[in-house]
């Protein structure tokens, strides 16, 4: 098994800036791929972006491209979400999840292990 704890989210304005951060237990860390998920309210579950155990792969939701960057660092156990350039529509609890294996990473039914989520608020 794997625990997950997000944390760094908060209240933002329109066009600012924050760094989620997912932290991770166990020795075998660097064996997961890693996925970001949200879900506003009265909305579907969607995905954000991913990256492979290594942190050499990453993919992202065209909803965040070129304003999110998702990074791990395997010796912290942690996973990063830097989010820039936020919009209201941002505005949602965002998941961390993590699969041993590097299949269909868009969908959250292929990710056994799940954090608690952390709020994140982007003001007009």
């Known amino acids: 098994q794997v625990q997950m704890v997000e944390s760094g989210g908060g209240l933002v304005q329109a066009g600012g800036s924050l760094r989620l951060s997912c932290a991770a237990s166990?020795?075998?860390?660097?064996?997961?791929?890693v996925g970001w998920f949200r879900q506003a309210p009265g909305k579907e579950r969607e995905f954000v972006a991913a990256?492979?155990?290594?942190?050499?792969?990453?993919i992202y939701a065209d909803s965040v491209k070129g304003r999110f960057t998702i990074s791990r660092d395997n010796t912290e156990n942690t996973v990063y979400l830097q989010m820039i350039t936020l919009r209201p529509e941002d505005t949602a609890v965002y998941y961390c999840?993590?699969?041993?294996?590097?299949?269909?990473?868009?969908?959250?039914?292929?990710?056994?292990?799940w954090g608690q989520g952390t709020q994140v608020t982007v003001s007009s």
């Open positions: 166990g020795r075998t860390f660097s064996g997961y791929a």
């Open positions: 999840a993590a699969q041993i294996f590097t299949q269909s990473l868009m969908r959250s039914d292929a990710y056994p292990y």
């Open positions: 990256i492979s155990g290594s942190g050499g792969f990453t």
